[in-house]
């Protein structure tokens, strides 16, 4: 399986989104920061997962919450469950 992640900073508020074969191990790498792009943010909570079966159709989904319209979509979606 492949995942597509969402992190919030605890620090910043701010979102990280990324994609990994092992959602555990890669968090925890983010939770360490051993991660370049997020070791300044932590402490980092995980507030979102989706799970694919074939590597493309994560790193499209990837893109996709990155880009326009879905980042806020996401946004405003985690921000009413997190209410």
């Known amino acids: 399986m492949f995942y ?7 620090k910043d508020q701010n979102l ?18 051993r ?3 997020t070791k300044r943010r932590v402490p980092l909570k995980l507030v979102y997962y989706e799970a ?7 790193t499209k ?3 996709e919450l990155k880009k ?7 946004r405003e979606r985690l921000k009413q469950s997190l209410s």
């Open 4 to 10: 597509v992640y969402v992190l919030q900073s605890q």
């Open 16 to 33: 990280y989104i990324g994609y990994t074969k092992n959602l555990r191990k890669r968090v925890r790498q983010h939770e360490q920061g």
């Open 35 to 37: 991660v370049k792009s």
């Open 52 to 58: 694919y079966r074939i590597r493309e159709d994560a």
């Open 61 to 63: 989904r990837e893109y």
């Open 68 to 74: 326009g319209k879905w980042r806020e979509i996401l």
